[in-house]
Structure formats: structure tokens, C-alpha cells
């Protein structure tokens, strides 16, 4: 009976070892594939950034709140430096229109022009009165010799008598030069001197200007009343059979009378 009993005591035993062997064995292994799964780590939440952080300003000035020390509190984070501007293109002006050629100036000629300040009013035995003549040379053409001539129709004397020459008057001309009054032709006729019979003058550039001055005088014996004083522009170098407006390319005229005192 004794001997019965420890061997039950034995299997029981052995029993119980094989039971807790195989306990420890499940244990093991599920400790193995705990290991071996992935670990899931749950982070905290993080704590929100403070009020003054969130609410910063861009712009790198100090923030307007000061600290408790007394001193600015510069903002949490520098503002970003402004972009450098773009280089400005600067637009090539485009050139204006080609203006139109000019128009060719219209031709222009010869012309003479007289004035007497005060009029050719003249009394018979007394003082002379001045004039000056004025050539304008036009843009056609340039003239090598220029001459101003004169002339006037006869007047009714006043006796049977024959007439003094010129009509009883003295023309002269002033000498730029010199100063000195000289004389000049008077002719009295009723009919026209052609221009290949004058001869002299002086030059005249295209659209220059000339002024020559004379002076007038009634002689004491002499008709009275009054004529035109006609005044002539010789081309002394055209050929004898120019036309007259090349022999004579201006003209002009003025009023002259004599009286007795």
C-alpha cells in the first residue's frame, strides 16, 4: 500500500511538473510574437506655442508691449527681407515720323521801291528835297550791273521861250562813299530809252538789298505844274535783243511838282 501510494504521489507529480512546463513553454511563446509585433507609440499632444509666439508681427520691429524689465521684447521670429526690385526697363523712345521735305520757296524777282518823306514839293529857286531808292534783288538770280535812271516828259512852259534843260531841275546823287552829291541825267522825252544804251551800275546779290539816295531841285527859270518823276532798273549786260523785263527788270516812280514862291 505504501509502495502504491508514492508511486501516485509520483505520477502526480511528474503530472503537475509536465503541466507547468508546458505552461511556462505557452508563456515563453507568447511572449516571443509580443515582442515581435510593432510597437504603437502614442505621442502627447504637444502644448500650444504661447499667445505672444502665435501672434508675433512679420515684420522684425520690437513688440509694443514691453517686459517686465522695462525693455522691448523683440518679436519672436525676424520678418523676411523685402525682395530686391526689379530692374526697371527703361523704353527706348520711338523715333518721330520723318517730316514732310520742304516745299521749294516760291521764285522771287527784282523789284525797286521809292521814298520821299514829306513829298517832292518843290519851289522854283529853292532848297532841294532828298529821296532814296531801294532795290531788293529777289532769289531767281544774282545781277553783275544795276543802274537807276531817270526820267520825265516834257512840261508846258510858261513863255515862247525854249525850255531850260531837264526842266529846270537838278538831280544828284549821294556817293556812299564819299559823302559827295553828284550829278545825275535827267531825261526829258516823251519816248523810252532802250536799255542797251545805258552802260555802268553796280552788282546786286541774289536777295540782297541795295539803298541809294538822291535829291531833287527846282531851278529858278522853269516851267511850273507837276510830272511823274519816273525811275528805271537797268540790266546794263543783257544782249541788245533781251526783252524789255530783262533789260529793264523793275521800275517805279514819284510824284514831282514846282511852283513859284
Not at 538770280?141 to 531817270?150: D, E, G, I, Q, S
Request: proline residues 13%; positive net charge; aromatic residues 4%.
Amino acid at each position: 500500500m505504501a509502495a502504491q501510494g508514492w508511486s501516485t504521489v509520483r505520477r502526480r507529480t511528474a503530472r503537475a511538473g509536465a503541466a507547468a512546463g508546458a505552461v511556462l513553454l505557452l508563456a515563453v511563446g507568447c511572449a516571443t510574437q509580443e515582442d515581435q509585433r510593432p510597437t504603437v507609440v502614442q505621442e502627447a499632444p504637444s502644448a500650444p506655442p504661447p499667445a505672444s509666439a502665435a501672434s508675433a508681427p512679420v515684420s522684425a520691429a520690437p513688440s509694443a508691449s514691453p517686459s517686465p524689465t522695462g525693455t522691448a521684447t523683440p518679436s519672436a521670429s525676424a520678418a523676411p527681407s523685402a525682395p530686391s526690385a526689379a530692374p526697371t526697363r527703361t523704353a527706348t523712345p520711338s523715333a518721330p515720323p520723318a517730316s514732310p521735305a520742304p516745299r521749294p520757296a516760291a521764285p522771287t524777282r527784282l523789284t525797286v521801291s521809292a521814298a520821299a518823306p514829306g513829298g517832292l514839293d518843290l519851289v522854283r529857286g529853292g532848297a532841294a528835297r532828298e529821296f532814296a531808292v531801294t532795290l531788293a534783288g529777289g532769289n531767281v538770280r544774282a545781277y553783275t550791273a544795276l543802274k537807276v535812271v531817270f526820267q520825265m516828259e516834257m512840261m508846258i512852259g510858261e513863255g515862247p521861250g525854249p525850255l531850260p534843260a531837264g526842266n529846270g531841275f537838278v538831280l544828284e546823287r549821294r556817293d556812299p562813299s564819299s559823302g559827295v552829291w553828284r550829278p545825275v541825267e535827267l531825261r526829258v522825252a516823251n519816248d523810252v530809252q532802250p536799255h542797251f544804251l545805258f552802260s555802268g551800275g553796280a552788282p546786286l546779290a541774289r536777295e540782297a538789298m541795295r539803298t541809294e539816295r538822291f535829291r531833287i531841285r527846282a531851278g529858278a527859270e522853269g516851267p511850273i505844274g507837276s510830272l511823274p518823276l519816273m525811275i528805271r532798273v537797268v540790266d546794263t549786260t543783257a544782249p541788245p535783243s533781251a526783252p524789255a523785263e530783262q533789260g529793264v527788270p523793275a521800275r517805279t516812280s514819284l510824284a514831282v511838282a514846282a511852283r513859284r514862291a
